[in-house]
């Protein structure tokens, strides 16, 4: 905190000498964590906060549980507009976050995981304390009181709370500060919030893109050279003898097909069963069932979490023991394979990069491979996977309770829309396209979004460096001097508050 300069009329102090006594007396008060019911209390009921009630900035008042009948509420712990609200146990991200109540309904209590302070609001002005709590300087501070030795599980006694550093000015320019800082950073919070809309418009847009790729509509104006394609193809099918055997989509597949991509035109592309465009001699396997400890040195393993949607996510796979992943040659990956996360975070899909000689991968129960024929291009059977449409189809037959799962059995038959080599080619170029340019503009987005939060912290320290409020100290110099100045305030709170008998000996203006 040295390095923060005041203004000369402002002082430094600690949080406990600018509260005001409460009912009891007592300066902070922490609440009561009695057996409650789930729900959340209904108007007229008693209920009891939970700690996500409490945000940085803002209060959510349906963030609580009804106190179930036959238990006595403790109205002295009912918050109150005015309020300032603190975690005070939890994970570190969670542990000492504070918000000012600005309205409240009746009949919620505070629990025992926050303090509830007040301030004599005729010297002290709620929201310049809170604001100054956002300040990374704050924040550093409050960080520095947490104890204990999980991450998860953090704690901030009323003891450490109590010598948190306060900046106080003089009371006409806290209010002053307060009110520019509320039209401030509530122009940033806007432009925040449409930034943050942005991320979601850009998925549907992504989403959009691939539903239009799968059905034929992404390329309606591409005139395909390889008319022969088909007959090429199902030729090597029939070849093939296994594949020879498996039956075409039937009438009922494809009506469901017809369904679940939302009536697509595919008059000039073939319809077949998934399985039948497979090389046969691999067919559509799960990986290794039992994958062992995780150990330094092995056959890295891709499972269900490392599969995002049409990327591979290589930073953290599992390894497994040579001599595990031998007894499933029949997965063990090459490269141009496509993969599909069939149990767990279900329905991404992904295409394992080529050339994997040197680097060889596996995968686990999670995962199915879908090794398609080399005429046949992997990342368009990847977008078909990933759309909507293909997403549905499997989706809508997803079971399982503890842990939902794809059958094997409905990834064969999934009725997959297959254009020409040529169109197929054109297909993916154009996603990628699409999909690079919605990368660029997330990516400036997410640029965007950190400069506007190291605005609000930009704004937050000119205000408590006083440079919000300096032209107005110039203009105002008999309010913010003598007995409006800050040691003076801070004096009459600590003569309120001895005459009271609530007073400790404190220090003041440092």
């Known amino acids: 905190m040295d390095h923060f300069e005041l203004p000369p009329e402002w002082c430094l102090t600690d949080i406990e000498s600018i509260l005001a006594p409460q009912s009891d007396g007592k300066l902070v008060h922490q609440g009561w964590s009695p057996q409650c019911d789930k729900v959340p209390a209904e108007q007229g009921e008693w209920g009891v906060l939970k700690t996500t009630a409490i945000q940085d900035g803002y209060f959510l008042e349906d963030e609580n549980k009804r106190l179930p009948e036959g238990k006595e509420p403790k109205p002295r712990i009912e918050v109150k507009a005015g309020d300032l609200l603190v975690t005070n146990a939890g994970p570190r991200a969670r542990c000492g976050v504070i918000c000012l109540v600005n309205k409240v309904r009746p009949k919620l209590m505070i629990s025992g995981k926050m303090y509830r302070l007040r ?8 929201q310049f304390i809170e604001s100054w709590l956002r300040t990374s300087f704050a924040q550093k501070e409050l960080n520095d009181r947490k104890t204990g030795i999980s991450e998860s599980g953090l704690n901030m006694t009323q003891t450490r709370f109590l010598t948190l ?10 209010k002053i500060i307060a009110d520019k800082l509320d039209t401030l950073l509530a122009q940033v919070e806007n432009t925040k919030a449409r930034l943050e809309r942005i991320p979601q418009i850009l998925k549907r847009f992504r989403q959009s ?6 059905s034929g509509r992404l390329t309606e104006d591409f005139s395909a050279d390889d008319h022969d394609y088909y007959q090429t193809l199902d030729l090597e099918i029939a070849r093939d003898k296994k594949l020879a055997k498996i039956q075409p989509p039937t009438k009922d597949e494809i009506d469901l097909a017809n369904e679940m991509f939302e009536s697509p035109d595919w008059a000039d592309w073939k319809l077949y069963a998934l399985e039948q465009l497979i090389e ?10 039992q994958t062992g400890d995780a150990q330094d040195e092995g056959i890295p393993t891709i499972r269900c979490g490392d599969v995002k949607p049409l990327r591979i996510e290589t930073g953290s ?3 497994v023991l040579p001599s595990i992943e031998e007894k499933y040659a029949r997965t063990r990956l090459s490269g141009g394979e496509v993969v599909l996360a069939i149990r767990g975070t279900v329905g991404n899909a992904a295409v394992i990069p080529r050339g994997l000689a040197a680097h060889p991968l596996n995968i686990s129960r999670e995962v199915a491979m879908v090794p398609v024929r080399k005429n046949i291009l992997p990342e368009y059977v990847a977008l078909l996977l990933q759309s909507p449409g293909g997403y549905r189809a499997l989706a809508e037959k997803t079971r399982g309770v503890a842990q939902r799962g794809i059958n094997l059995a409905d990834v064969k038959r999934l009725v997959t829309p297959l254009p020409t080599k040529s169109e197929q080619t054109e297909v993916v170029a154009r996603v990628g396209q699409l999909f690079a340019h919605a990368d660029r503009i997330e990516q400036q987005v997410n640029n965007a979004l950190a400069r506007v939060n190291n605005l609000t912290q930009s704004i937050l320290g000119k205000a408590f460096r006083g440079e919000l409020s300096e032209q107005w100290r110039k203009d ?11 040691q003076a305030l801070l004096e009459s709170i600590k003569v309120k508050r001895t005459k009271s008998g609530t007073n400790k000996e404190k220090r003041g203006c440092t």
Not at 209 to 214: E, R
Not at 280 to 289: D, H, K, L, M, N
């Open 209 to 214: 893109v691939l539903a239009a790729a799968v």
């Open 317 to 319: 796979l599992k390894k």
């Open 119 to 126: 301030f004599p609001h005729e010297r002290i002005s709620p």
């Open 165 to 174: 550093p306060i900046v106080v000015a003089p009371t006409e320019e806290q």
């Open 476 to 486: 105002n110099p008999d309010l913010v001097t003598g007995g409006n100045s800050a």
């Open 280 to 289: 046969s001699a691999r067919g559509i396997p799960y990986g290794i069932v």
